[in-house]
């Protein structure tokens, strides 16, 4: 029952394209679900991948466009023309995707193409969905749904659901509208068909549904869908007249792109790469963070370079300088990264800034007794240099809570002024806590080497 | 529509719980979803929860209790006699929430729980449940579905449809098996409230339906729902019986969590920790890795150690050690970050253990020319010694290379073993190559130092 892509089944159907057996490709794919036609698609080079499309039909042509990787898709669609996009693939897609699609295209070539779509509705609704950022509640809804109106029986609906579902893959719920198109409730496909003929909708509506704003946040729409385990949530404007729904599936994509941002961000990857990506992709999304790496490692040589004096005498101070500069960036990652958790997982929090910052201090001070006790025990231990001993133990200590008040407040202040806190995670804040903690350690090495 | 939790609601309900006062504490919470109810428990201590959950309906208190996060419902499980967990919260559940519930308790206790269960049958789907490993499709999946007969009519169907509906929380799809119980393909819902009533089920069934084993893995199963956009999905065992079916809102948990854990790994936190925790639990969740960031410190001034004569002789080498070391870190964390995602993103790759080195060692070489060349003119622009222009220079390029190509070989060795490639990300191999950077650092500049 499931395709299972592997090496025979690509090298066999690169010999067809080779020899243009049209047919015979086509026969290979026959059955295969777009995603995986799409996959298969990504296997092959792009000459093959040309070939192998313009055999499909349209509307499977159209639903293995909405797989493909963005970037591919963009690449593929620049050498369309307009009549082609519209009456190939966005006919037969529903809005969302349209949207998408057209959304993609530079400004003149959408305007051709929503000119060109016969189904003046369909252009509309696509028109009308453009209008919305992409990153909301508006950009992420489809126009199409099944809904009744309050007064009609149940009978009505079923003949009106069945006049609906024509247009639309998979109902999940029927929203029910009263005369104005104010969002009542919903209606579960499962009541509707146990229920008797000629009871009215009203009677049957669910009224407490969980419904967002069109300009609500694509975050916020994942974490409400996945705190109240929905497959469907409805899209209002603000006076609560319904506009579109929202489904899961766009809804999982949502949650795996944040997260993926999040965690591109605090391991220093700039851009979604993978492993299967040409060198050049993944050499590019490295080199920006690095950059910053090198920059920051340039900054702590000349913060060093002002002690090379002091170096000298006490050469013993250089060997525990990649300690401090690792501690410090490490605390600095985990502090920042659990506040970017935090506020990704949607969690609430009534805890002041400053309620936040005294719990950050807290947890701040014990790691950072734990592991001055520890280094200062080592140092004891192996009997080294008493102002050495000193002036390690007492600047991790002070290190490690200067990085885990940076690495606390730059997220919170970054998403106070509504940037993406997850920025403060990456080897930003490695760079800044290292240079911080070479300075720090430099310091209270010099006033330990003459103090003891 | 939406409830939006805030601090005087907590401070009212609070007062009331004080005052004893159960039916305005219940009015409060009249209307609320359990996730809402859950959320507003753990704004509020031990005692105060369980006053307000002991006034729920045994439905909204089994729903509530799902909802409970695993470490709290444990705890509070744990205080609860056998009879009670059965009777007030399981005999509600649908199977799969129960057997989570179930599944957490000790030995005995579960085995008590099973036997107050006064219904057989759905103690006997529970038991069946326990059976499977938890993170794999026999243990997310529930029994409760809605199977038809394929030889039955659409009438005949609508009339057990209705009776089966009773117990289903939501359907999404209809399953036709054969007489042996071998699942044959779906329904949907809307193909099934159209059609005339003398239809056979054989002529509407969607027979290319994607189906799990029951020892499928969590991941895949999650891969396979995303890719194909699927609400549900059939579990069948090893000769196609139709066993249970796994919907979309547990996916998204296992989506969730998955990504949560590669995140916590990346940034050095062990645990599933959130700011709103407790001092000790986020401290706790800090201390392993930063003990090993220690040990890797302690590590490198022992290397250093061995050079200590020559830095004192070269405190300028001192300067840029952390550098070095950062940049070691920063290039492994990527290398390594990349290949996780790609494992966990489910892309298939077919390229061979060499071939993938091989670009890494591609990509590696470029950058290490890239911020060679970089450092070079930086070094050479401001004057410094020739022996440290080239030592500073030589090293980078041979620690980015190497960096690289351990950040690449650690996770695709442990991913090969079975062992969770994310292991490869956090401090670990950031320590690992810190160390391993200060190592070449110091031949080479020992080396360039008597060489030019």
Chains 1, 2 share one sequence.
Not at 148 to 153: D, L
Not at 259 to 271: C, F, P
């Amino acid at each position: 029952m499931k395709f299972e892509l592997n090496r025979e089944f690509i090298d066999k159907l690169r010999e067809l394209i080779e020899q243009n057996q049209a047919k015979e490709v086509l026969g290979m794919l026959d059955g295969l679900h777009p995603a995986d036609i799409a996959e298969v698609m990504e296997e092959l080079n792009t000459e093959e991948a040309k070939f192998l499309y313009l055999q499909l039909d349209g509307d499977v042509a159209s639903d293995v466009l909405i797989e493909i990787p963005e970037n591919d898709r963009k690449r593929f669609l620049k050498v369309l023309p307009p009549e082609v996009i519209a009456h190939q693939f966005i006919e037969f897609m529903e809005s969302d995707d349209a949207a998408d699609i057209v959304g993609d295209l530079e400004e003149e070539k959408k305007e051709a193409v929503l000119q060109e779509i016969e189904d003046k509705e369909q252009a509309g609704d696509i028109a009308d969905l453009l209008e919305y950022d992409e990153d909301s509640a508006g950009g992420l809804m489809a126009k199409e749904l099944v809904v009744v109106n309050e007064n009609w029986t149940v009978q009505t609906c079923l003949k009106e659901i069945s006049i609906q579902a024509e247009e639309i893959d998979e109902i999940y719920y029927v929203y029910v509208v009263d005369d104005d198109n104010i969002l009542k409730g919903i209606l579960s496909l499962k009541k509707l068909i146990l229920k008797p003929t000629q009871t009215k909708v009203k009677n049957l509506i669910i009224e407490d549904v969980h419904a967002v704003k069109t300009d609500t946040e694509q975050e916020e729409v994942a974490q409400i869908m996945e705190k109240y385990d929905l497959v469907a949530l409805p899209v209002v404007d603000h006076i609560g007249r319904l506009k579109g729904r929202i489904t899961i599936d766009d809804v999982v994509d949502v949650i795996r792109e944040e997260a993926e941002k999040d965690y591109q961000m605090v391991s220093g990857i700039s851009g979604d790469v993978e492993s299967g990506d040409k060198v050049w992709h993944l050499t590019r999304a490295r080199l920006p963070w690095l950059l910053i790496g090198l920059l920051g490692g340039i900054l702590g040589a000349r913060v060093l370079g002002v002690y090379e004096g002091a170096l000298k005498e006490n050469a013993a101070v250089a060997l525990f300088i990649p300690l401090i500069a690792a501690m410090a960036g490490n605390v600095g990652v985990q502090s920042s990264s659990i506040v970017v958790q935090t506020i990704a997982s949607g969690a609430r929090d009534f805890d002041s800034f400053g309620k936040k910052l005294l719990k950050e201090l807290s947890v701040s001070l014990i790691t950072a007794l734990v592991f001055a006790t520890l280094i200062f025990s080592y140092n004891f231990f192996f009997d080294a240099a008493k102002a050495l001993t000193m002036a390690v133990s007492i600047s991790l200590f002070i290190v490690i809570v200067f990085a885990s008040m940076f690495g606390t407040v730059i997220p919170l202040v970054l998403n106070r002024f509504k940037i993406d806190p997850a920025l403060a995670t990456g080897p930003f804040i490695t760079t800044l806590n290292d240079i911080l903690g070479l300075i720090l350690y430099m310091i209270i090495a010099n006033w330990c080497f003459s103090a003891f």
